[in-house]
């Protein structure tokens, strides 16, 4: 029991002054606040709290968080598998018969329990759906790059070039680009447009020029949308071309809206065709700028805020001023926030960009090898192949090399996502689409 300044216990049921238990400590609002965030790490079971602090404290690895325990060594029927069915589809009754791993892409970890985060870019009522499209924003060294790697990444590692391609445009000159390109699922990845007006408005014509052709597409099938389109090819098998999903990466986007007013139309009409046509914007920048107020912002329902600094870009994107809060190291912690709701889930964003050693059971097996050990054998009574003779002369013990990174041809060390992208293309997929040609070269004097 309590009164407005003294707190009491129940003694035998019964209200009693002698139940006097403490005069409680008032505190005010803004102490209340910076007290709970301090505690928010701290859980009843010792075990959770150890397990969360370690969680924080180390580089998440995304190859771990799919299951893949090379990153220069990827089965992609294996990782691809669980999206070949394409885009979920309602039957008859109304219900979703696959396509629950559909634009369903891990990024990193909760550093409070240990457990995947992911953006599920599926419509809402499709299983755990978040909506389409997503705005980041972080200051500089918050781990934005780092973020779109990691997403770009993880959506390779999801979905075949038949199902998703990725194009990305980044405003500025960055690594992002450079670092994904060679995917094949990558149609466009242009860096430093900032410096050729040129470039921006073959953007915007590409883009246009995509939806147009996705239109065309669907009303030649006779269909409304891409994913009835999808399962006419795929569960129908009619002779249709695959019309990939496109996953719109667009860095530093407020400084191309306010140096390029059509960069923001095409934006605009991207944002609303997105549904029918199989289009996903992610749109990142260091603040969100007023030229997102209203429009596009309309048809972004989900939210990343990696660090900030001052109140508004926290507020604008999150509702709360959070993010100003989270730490600097390692990059990459974030704070996602979908649609309406207003619990907020924290994240550490998976690491894609460590030196690439391979692992060891390919050293051990060679080294195996190469002192003639041989696999025990099981020993029939019927008849079997002849037994493997050891060598002759004294075995020696082999000693297995230690791991190392493997270095380029440019005479760096090769990262985690060169050894995946140089793994997916040696599967010599068929290329897909570009989105278009590539610049002429200077003509000779």
């Known amino acids: 029991m309590t009164t407005e300044f003294t707190l009491h216990v129940k003694r035998d049921g019964a209200y009693d002054e002698e139940g006097f238990f403490a005069l409680p400590d008032t505190l005010d609002t803004a102490s209340a606040v910076a007290f709970a965030r301090k505690m928010a790490r701290y859980h009843a ?49 109304g219900e979703l018969q696959w396509g629950r791993e559909w634009m369903r892409f891990p990024i990193g970890i909760d550093p409070r329990n240990g457990q995947p985060v992911a953006l599920d870019l599926k419509e809402t009522h499709e299983f755990e759906g978040m909506g389409h499209h997503v705005v980041v924003v972080g200051t500089t060294g918050s781990g934005k790059s780092v973020f779109l790697t990691a997403l770009i990444t993880s959506a390779c ?32 990845a242009m860096s430093n447009l900032r410096n050729d007006r040129l470039w921006i408005v073959r953007m ?37 071309r695959p019309m990939p999903h496109l996953l719109l990466i667009v ?27 199989g289009l996903r914007l992610v749109m990142g ?74 692992p060891q059971r390919a050293a051990a097996a060679a080294a195996r090898q190469e002192a003639g050990y041989l696999e025990p054998q099981e020993f029939q009574a019927v008849g079997m192949p002849a037994l493997q003779m050891a060598r002759d002369g004294e075995g020696e013990q082999t000693k297995i090399p230690e791991p190392r990174a493997i270095i380029g041809a440019d005479g760096r060390t090769v990262k985690q996502v060169q050894a995946t992208v140089d793994c997916l293309n040696r599967l010599n997929l068929p290329p897909l689409q570009a989105m278009w040609l590539p610049p002429l070269q200077p003509v000779p004097c």
């Open 45 to 93: 079971d010792s075990r959770v709290t150890q397990s969360s602090t370690a969680a924080a404290s180390k580089v998440v690895d995304l190859y771990e968080i799919l299951g893949h325990a090379d990153p220069g060594d990827i089965d992609v029927e294996e990782a691809w598998a669980a999206t070949r069915l394409g885009p979920p589809l309602q039957d008859d009754e």
């Open 157 to 188: 590692l999801t979905h075949s070039p038949d199902s998703l391609k990725v194009a990305v445009f980044d405003f500025k000159g960055s690594a992002l680009a450079h670092l994904v390109a060679g995917f094949p699922h990558c149609v466009a």
């Open 204 to 240: 915007e014509d590409v883009l246009y020029g995509e939806m147009e052709r996705r239109k065309s597409w669907l009303d030649r099938a006779g269909v409304s949308d891409i994913a009835e389109y999808e399962y006419l090819r795929i569960h129908k098998k009619e002779k249709l």
């Open 251 to 277: 860095d530093e986007f407020t400084q191309m809206f306010a140096e390029h007013d059509g960069a923001k139309a095409v934006m605009d009409e991207v944002g609303r065709q997105g549904r029918s046509q």
């Open 285 to 358: 920048s260091q603040r969100l700028g007023h030229q997102m107020q209203g429009g596009i912002m309309s048809n972004i329902p989900v939210r990343v805020a990696l660090r900030t600094v001052g109140d508004t870009d926290s507020h604008e994107v999150l509702g709360s001023d959070e993010a100003n809060h989270l730490p600097k190291k390692p990059a990459g912690a974030g704070l996602l926030k979908v649609g309406a709701n207003k619990n907020l889930t924290r994240f550490q964003t998976a690491f894609v960009l460590k030196s690439y050693v391979p």
